[in-house]
């Protein structure tokens, strides 16, 4: 480890940048920033010097430059910190996604059917090897009844749609894994596409790149190879990787013209606590940090517990106490804000846990292909109770009128247009949604606790809301 530095270690990491990003003689590069090292400033700093050197340029020739964040939340940082400079395109993973493949929808519609007639196929298969009559095998056919169909009304689609920030359920509409696996298979086998993309975006810059997702990392790096008058970079650090469907071990075995910068010192953490944390990853790839020199020392202290003791509140609270007398610091126990001490839950299932919902969480993370949605909160069937119903029963409960008729309009097909036209008077539309959201409300009667299956089962009948796939084999079955 590196003994003799000053703060200004990682001041060439942004000088090393701002060289790859040139138009004239673009490199591409993965830039190594761990956890507290200042990586969102050196973005930020370095895209404001590409606005003073190419922003003419940039603007003369109609193209810009591409940033791609993994959270609405850093996406909206990004574009705060560049004062929502036009130079730059700052969107999420999906929204970028989504505006390379929105225009082509007859090549979306020709891959749509290719995939559904594969698992179809697949489904077929399974089914001709399963026992009939089962669970299993009911579930199966439905699915093929809905794949089907899909395929039925392909035809009659004229323009696709999608919501990166919500669900996706009418006959038209891409989910957010179509949205990101058919922009991947358009830019690895359609060279137009390529062409379009790198003649609009000549920087492409992917934050948090660790957790994006690994088949459009791939088809990024294939356009990088193809292209040299494309310059690709990637920030990320593999210790932080949170969804299993990013790429692994990002940052190895890169092709021999990038360059891989390291940004060393983290900022944020005290001398004792980076040192922790170079232990924590010293078996996984080695790689340390450095402690800013006017740091202090701080305090780490360890404290093992057996995992089925019950009551763990009472056990932190004790641990606060205990780090207290340690430290000589109040805040520890006295403070009248909550986040004044900071609980990191390392594990999803620890975070279920806590919160009241491990049964449910369990259940579904058992299941591989819900997995990732489950823990990105984009499985429509969660998305169907936590932004539809739960929205609509709390405005209920709280007597909102106005916020329940905004949530029934914007989300029922009742108020679809083509269904308005079903009727004389539009009175009527009214008062079949007023049933529909008395009778769904009617379950929590007398402060009762209803079942899902009793929700969806309702709403089924009702028709209030369009329900997810997933969902509908279930309510079928009942």
């Not at 459009?216 to 469907?245: C, P, W």
Request: glycine share 4%; net charge positive; proline share 3%.
């Amino acid at each position: 480890m590196i003994t003799d530095y000053d703060n200004c270690l990682d001041d060439k990491v942004d000088e090393e940048l701002l060289a790859c990003l040139n138009l004239q003689n673009p490199k591409s590069f993965f830039l190594f920033a761990g956890a507290g090292s200042g990586k969102t400033r050196s973005l930020v700093n370095v895209l404001e010097q590409i606005k003073d050197k190419y922003g003419d340029e940039l603007k003369l020739r109609r193209k810009n430059v591409a940033i791609i964040t993994y959270t609405n939340a850093a996406c909206d940082e990004i574009i705060h910190r560049l004062k929502n400079d036009p130079t730059f395109a700052v969107s999420t993973i999906h929204s970028f996604a989504w505006e390379l493949i929105r225009h082509y929808t007859a090549d979306i519609k020709n891959w749509l059917r290719n995939t559904l007639n594969k698992e179809i196929d697949e489904l077929e298969i399974e089914e001709s090897k399963g026992r009939p009559g089962t669970k299993t095998s009911v579930d199966r056919k439905r699915k093929i009844e809905n794949k089907k169909n899909r395929l039925s009304t392909l035809d009659r689609i004229s323009k696709f749609a999608y919501n990166p920030n919500g669900d996706n359920i009418e006959d038209n509409s891409l989910s957010h894994t179509e949205v990101i696996s058919i922009s991947a298979f358009f830019l690895e086998n359609k060279p137009l596409f390529q062409k379009i993309l790198i003649q609009k975006y000549p920087i492409l810059l992917v934050d948090e790149s660790q957790d994006t997702k690994k088949e459009l990392i791939n088809a990024l790096f294939m356009v990088q190879e193809k292209n040299k008058n494309f310059s690709l970079g990637l920030f990320g650090d593999t210790m932080q990787r949170i969804y299993t469907d990013g790429k692994e071990n990002l940052g190895t075995n890169l092709p021999n013209d990038w360059y891989k910068p390291e940004k060393k010192l983290n900022h944020r953490c005290p001398k004792r606590v980076v040192t922790l944390i170079n232990k924590i990853r010293s078996d996984a790839d080695g790689i340390e940090q450095l402690p800013r020199t006017d740091k202090e020392d701080g305090f780490v202290r360890f404290f093992i517990i057996p995992s089925d003791v019950d009551n763990k509140i009472a056990i932190e609270n004790a641990i606060k106490q205990k780090m207290a007398e340690i430290t000589g610091d109040d805040l520890w126990i006295n403070s009248s804000d909550e986040k004044a001490v900071k609980t990191l839950t390392l594990e999803h299932h620890m975070a279920a846990k806590r919160m009241g919902f491990d049964d449910l969480f369990a259940s579904l993370y058992k299941v591989e292909r819900y997995r990732i949605g489950l823990l990105d909160g984009s499985l429509p069937g969660i998305r169907f109770f936590t932004q539809f119903v739960l929205p609509l029963i709390e405005a209920k409960r709280n007597g909102d009128e106005f916020a329940v008729s905004r949530i029934v309009r914007l989300n029922s097909p009742m108020f679809k247009r083509e269904n308005i036209k079903l009727h004389e008077k539009q009175t009527d539309v009214i008062k079949s949604a007023n049933t529909a959201v008395n009778s769904l409300f009617s379950l929590w009667k007398n402060n009762d606790n209803p079942k899902l299956l009793d929700i969806l089962n309702n709403i089924a009948k009702s028709k209030l809301f369009v329900i997810p796939d997933s969902l509908k084999v279930i309510a079928q079955r009942t």
